[in-house]
Antibody, heavy 119, light 106 residues
Framework: QVQLHQWGAGLLKPSETLSLTCAVYGGSFSGYYWSWIRQPPGKGLEWIGEINHSGSTTYNPSLKSRVIISVDRSKNQMSVKLGSVTAADTALYYCARRGRAHGDPFDYWGQGTLVTVSS | SYELTQPPSVSVSPGQTASITCSGD??????ACWYQQKAGQSPVLVIYQNTKRPSGIPERFSGSNSGNTATLTISGTQAMDEADYYCQAWDSSTAVFGGGTKLTVL
């Protein structure tokens, strides 16, 4: 059974850098794409970007200038860094897996990490 | 940028059929999928590739996609189906989600 477990700092000040990590257990890491998705309190889902096992990335154009997603294949982990955070970045952040084919859905999700940006 | 539009809320009586729509430009030309999110939980995939159900998803969940509209249909809706539902598709290499629909079973 595939499980995604994520962690990271939950409280940041404006202008700091958000940093989260997601570990994959019970399944193959290669052959899939790994995404970060966020959800502001009481609002909908927003895709941040994704990475494959070889390190190729694609980012949401609205966040591209501030986001870096990386992968550590030796640990079956991926990470996200979001720079220059503001209160608008306060959200529940999820990691998720999808297949390699274009249009494949997100079939496994992490438990979510609440990140609050406040001075 | 590509947008997917969902009604903010849908209400249904227990045992009846609920339909949730998702509209986007030429959405029918690509795959749409649907996620269920219950309060305090991570989203769960309920429909993918327009019409397919993942293992473990009840048969009462079905989907369609044609023209500019994808539809999630829940037949014989149960109280446990009360949740937020999100459609999702791709705009080139960017994943796009609809704004979500709150399904109330009353």
């Amino acid at each position: 059974q595939v499980q995604l477990h994520q962690w990271g700092a939950g409280l940041l000040k404006p202008s700091e850098t958000l940093s989260l990590t997601c570990a994959v257990y019970g399944g193959s890491f290669s052959g899939y794409y790994w995404s970060w998705i966020r959800q502001p309190p009481g609002k909908g889902l927003e895709w941040i970007g994704e990475i494959n096992h070889s390190g190729s990335t694609t980012y949401n154009p609205s966040l591209k200038s501030r986001v870096i997603i990386s992968v550590d294949r030796s640990k079956n982990q991926m990470s996200v860094k979001l720079g220059s955070v503001t209160a608008a970045d306060t959200a529940l952040y999820y990691c998720a897996r999808r297949g390699r084919a274009h249009g494949d859905p997100f079939d496994y999700w992490g438990q979510g990490t609440l990140v609050t940006v406040s001075s | 940028s590509y947008e997917l539009t969902q009604p903010p809320s849908v209400s249904v009586s227990p045992g009846q059929t609920a339909s949730i729509t998702c509209s986007g430009d030429e959405l029918g030309d690509q795959y749409a999928c649907w996620y269920q999110q219950k309060a305090g939980q991570s989203p769960v995939l309920v429909i993918y590739q327009n019409t397919k159900r993942p293992s473990g998803i009840p048969e009462r969940f079905s989907g369609s996609n044609s023209g500019n509209t994808a539809t999630l249909t829940i037949s014989g809706t149960q109280a446990m189906d009360e949740a937020d539902y999100y459609c999702q598709a791709w705009d080139s290499s960017t994943a796009v989600f609809g704004g979500g629909t709150k399904l109330t079973v009353l």
